[in-house]
């Protein structure tokens, strides 16, 4: 496993909401539904993404754009058109006096619009819950990214296009794993690009010694690491792997095999009945106690309370 792959293990993508969205102008669409992390690929005809407090930034087919939350945003056909559509969470769709949508703008199975033969069509994907794995991804991410299409290999929009309006067995479960394969996609090039500043973990990945290290970690969290013995299968010493880890990913090699043992760990104690000793044994810690130690050390707060803040996966 790399970086990439184990940050987005946790949070991959499960029931997601994706929709294709066919529009005819004059349209505009505000999004508040705070999800943690949304895309926008354009299909056809142009679209107006605009952040609240920042200039619009024009999207045209082929381009594509990934949205943190909470933050509200509007998409559009021109930047002054007035907000017709809101987005809250969960998805409901209203007008901006809070007349449900849903009916009136529903197109078949996956498909929203107000026009079937509309000028501007839409993919959108949209992580609805925030695992705890994902948070040092998100917080590696600008608030707004996009990604014109001669900036990224855009080859899966076509399958997800053709994907997303079929009712088939299993069709969910697919468009979940396409839909994380166009994120895959979109931040391999974004971390590729120097404006970027990927951050140490991502560029550590590709390091001959501390690449290595933290693969190990990735693939096998529960195995009882040492420094010397990370340093032996990267094949350098103990005081080269210490300098370099550091060097490149910010922190001491035991310092981030616990952040990645109590991130892991945060996110499995969201699965429902499952005990804290069971999550201690899977990350590293001989019991629920020493992972409740170190839980409440580094999160202060508790496995417990951390389970009561957190609702668990649908």
Same mark, same amino acid.
């Given at each position: 496993?790399?970086?990439?792959?184990?940050?987005?293990?946790?949070?991959?993508?499960?029931?997601?909401?994706?929709?294709?969205?066919?529009?005819?102008?004059?349209?505009?669409?505000?999004?508040?539904?705070?999800?943690?992390?949304?895309?926008?690929?354009?299909?056809?005809?142009?679209?107006?993404?605009?952040?609240?407090?920042?200039?619009?930034?024009?999207?045209?087919?082929?381009?594509?754009?990934?949205?943190?939350?909470?933050?509200?945003?509007?998409?559009?056909?021109?930047?002054?058109?007035?907000?017709?559509?809101?987005?809250?969470?969960?998805?409901?769709?209203?007008?901006?006096?809070?007349?449900?949508?849903?009916?009136?703008?529903?197109?078949?199975?996956?498909?929203?619009?107000?026009?079937?033969?509309?000028?501007?069509?839409?993919?959108?994907?949209?992580?609805?819950?925030?695992?705890?794995?994902?948070?040092?991804?998100?917080?590696?991410?600008?608030?707004?990214?996009?990604?014109?299409?001669?900036?990224?290999?855009?080859?899966?929009?076509?399958?997800?296009?053709?994907?997303?309006?079929?009712?088939?067995?299993?069709?969910?479960?697919?468009?979940?794993?396409?839909?994380?394969?166009?994120?895959?996609?979109?931040?391999?090039?974004?971390?590729?690009?120097?404006?970027?500043?990927?951050?140490?973990?991502?560029?550590?990945?590709?390091?001959?010694?501390?690449? @290595?290290?933290?693969? =190990?970690?990735?693939?096998? *969290?529960?195995?009882?690491? %040492?420094?010397?013995? !990370?340093?032996? &299968? +990267?094949?350098?010493?103990?005081?080269?792997?210490?300098? @370099?880890?550091?060097? =490149?990913?910010?922190?001491? *090699?035991?310092?981030?095999? %616990?952040?990645?043992? !109590?991130?892991? &760990? +945060?996110?499995?104690?969201?699965?429902?009945?499952?005990?804290?000793?069971?999550?201690?044994?899977?990350?590293?810690?001989?019991?629920?106690?020493?992972?409740?130690?170190?839980?409440?050390?580094?999160?202060?707060?508790?496995?417990?309370?951390?389970?009561?803040?957190?609702?668990?996966?649908?």
């Amino acid at each position: 496993m790399d970086a990439l792959a184990g940050l987005l293990d946790g949070p991959r993508a499960r029931g997601a909401f994706l929709l294709r969205t066919v529009m005819n102008p004059p349209w505009s669409i505000r999004i508040q539904d705070e999800a943690p992390l949304s895309l926008v690929a354009m299909v056809s005809g142009d679209a107006w993404v605009t952040l609240e407090g920042a200039d619009p930034v024009l999207l045209r087919p082929g381009d594509i754009t990934v949205c943190k939350g909470p933050d509200h945003y509007l998409v559009s056909d021109e930047p002054g058109t007035e907000p017709q559509i809101i987005v809250h969470p969960g998805q409901r769709c209203t007008t901006p006096d809070g007349v449900d949508t849903h009916d009136l703008m529903d197109l078949g199975v996956r498909t929203w619009g107000n026009a079937a033969d509309g000028s501007t069509e839409m993919l959108v994907g949209t992580y609805q819950l925030s695992g705890e794995v994902s948070n040092r991804l998100l917080s590696a991410l600008p608030q707004m990214l996009v990604l014109s299409e001669s900036d990224w290999d855009d080859r899966l929009v076509p399958v997800l296009r053709s994907e997303i309006a079929r009712d088939e067995p299993g069709q969910e479960v697919f468009l979940d794993r396409l839909l994380d394969l166009v994120l895959i996609a979109v931040l391999r090039a974004w971390f590729a690009r120097p404006e970027a500043g990927a951050p140490g973990w991502y560029v550590a990945q590709s390091d001959p010694i501390v690449g @290595r290290a933290l693969r =190990l970690m990735y693939d096998d *969290p529960a195995h009882q690491w %040492t420094v010397e013995s !990370l340093a032996a &299968a +990267a094949g350098v010493s103990r005081a080269a792997l210490a300098r @370099r880890f550091h060097e =490149l990913v910010g922190e001491p *090699p035991m310092s981030f095999l %616990t952040g990645w043992r !109590l991130t892991l &760990a +945060a996110d499995l104690l969201r699965e429902p009945d499952t005990t804290v000793g069971a999550v201690a044994r899977k990350v590293g810690y001989g019991s629920a106690f020493a992972l409740s130690t170190a839980f409440k050390r580094v999160r202060g707060v508790s496995p417990q309370q951390h389970r009561t803040r957190v609702p668990a996966p649908a």
